[in-house]
T-cell receptor
Framework: GAVVSQHPSRVICKSGTSVKIECRSLDFQATTMFWYRQFPKQSLMLMATSNEGSKATYEQGVEKDKFLINHASLTLSTLTVTSAHPEDSSFYIC???????????FGQGTRLTVV | GQNIDQPTEMTATEGAIVQINCTYQTSGFNGLFWYQQHAGEAPTFLSYNVLDGLEEKGRFSSFLSRSKGYSYLLLKELQMKDSASYLCAGMDSNYQLIWGAGTKLIIKP
């Protein structure tokens, strides 16, 4: 299957700082990328959907000014958690889908801990 | 509304067979996915069904009945490494995935 690389896999940051998470499709063009958040023992919660070259569509309850998503190219999307707080600590996962495809491929996930 | 239901937890014995059920309600339907997720890791794709019937892939099989809004994942010859959460996800008319909460499968020796 296609490969999606997410970086970093783990990050610890201080409260009030910003953290950027990268999601790259290595061997296909990802026209759509999805960003999820997952709390322990819970299912994936879709945060936003981004299409290359356009603004991300955020799910209800997700603050777009806090979770900045950029999908500037067909192989890269970034999620920036701005002014992070301890309650932002979670597992963030991206997935990417090519044009006309139904299956989306997941990155490895990023474990964010805000102290 | 859209909804995916699957059991929270199941226990099975190594070498046995287990069936994990999933019922779904989506706005439109473009297929049903099963993913495996080990603790602390991202989900990995197992199967995709869009037509009725059984799809077999090695030790894992997935079944779909669109008229009943029902799917199951069948795992045969269970191994300890199969201990994980299994996520059922339905794809709606907008090609968005609606996720179930996952079924935690515990394998005992």
């Amino acid at each position: 299957g296609a490969v999606v690389s997410q970086h970093p896999s783990r990050v610890i940051c201080k409260s009030g700082t910003s953290v950027k998470i990268e999601c790259r499709s290595l061997d296909f063009q990802a026209t759509t990328m999805f960003w999820y958040r997952q709390f322990p023992k819970q299912s994936l919660m879709l945060m936003a959907t981004s299409n290359e070259g356009s603004k991300a569509t955020y799910e209800q309850g997700v603050e777009k000014d806090k979770f900045l998503i950029n999908h500037a190219s067909l192989t890269l999307s970034t999620l920036t958690v701005t002014s992070a707080h301890p309650e932002d600590s979670s597992f963030y996962i991206c997935s990417a889908r090519g044009t006309g495809e139904t299956e989306a491929f997941f990155g490895q996930g990023t474990r964010l801990t805000v102290v | 509304g859209q909804n995916i239901d699957q059991p929270t937890e199941m226990t099975a014995t190594e070498g046995a067979i287990v069936q994990i059920n999933c019922t779904y309600q989506t706005s439109g339907f473009n297929g049903l996915f099963w993913y495996q997720q080990h603790a602390g890791e991202a989900p990995t794709f197992l199967s995709y069904n869009v037509l009725d019937g059984l799809e077999e892939k090695g030790r894992f099989s997935s079944f779909l009945s669109r008229s009943k809004g029902y799917s199951y994942l069948l795992l045969k010859e269970l191994q300890m490494k199969d201990s994980a959460s299994y996520l059922c996800a339905g794809m709606d008319s907008n090609y968005q995935l609606i996720w179930g909460a996952g079924t935690k499968l515990i394998i005992k020796p």
